[in-house]
């Protein structure tokens, strides 16, 4: 059975950090390209960042220089570290998995908030 399962979130004060994990089951992870999606209440689920299985990176420009992406293959888990938050940057965060197939996990919240 496929899973991803996302923990992490939490509430942080504006220019705090968080790192998000993504532990993957039920595929084999190491060829997947895995991404890390959010969206905010009202909003579309927009790209976050991405790394593929040769760990390739890619980051949408707005979380450039913030945010890094990385990866565990030994541990099937993908991770977001994210620095210098900002109140825009509360939303659900979705872990996401590409290749043959694609599958998502169920998200973890992440508020920015004083």
């Known amino acids: 059975q496929v899973q991803l399962v996302e923990s992490g979130g939490g509430l942080v004060q504006p220019g705090g950090s968080l790192r998000l994990s993504c532990a993957a089951s039920?595929?084999?992870?190491?060829?997947?390209?895995m991404s890390w999606y959010r969206q905010a209440p009202g909003k579309e689920r927009d790209l976050v960042a991405t790394?593929?299985?040769?760990?390739?990176?890619n980051y949408a420009d707005s979380m450039k220089g913030r945010f890094t992406i990385s990866r565990d293959n030994a541990k099937n888990t993908v991770y977001l570290q994210m620095n210098s938050l900002k109140p825009e940057d509360t939303a659900i965060y979705y872990c996401?998995?590409?290749?043959?197939?694609?599958?998502w996990g169920r998200g973890t919240q992440v508020t920015v908030s004083s």
């Open positions: 039920g595929f084999t992870f190491s060829n997947y390209t």
């Open positions: 996401k998995a590409a290749f043959a197939r694609v599958y």
């Open positions: 790394i593929t299985s040769t760990k390739s990176t």
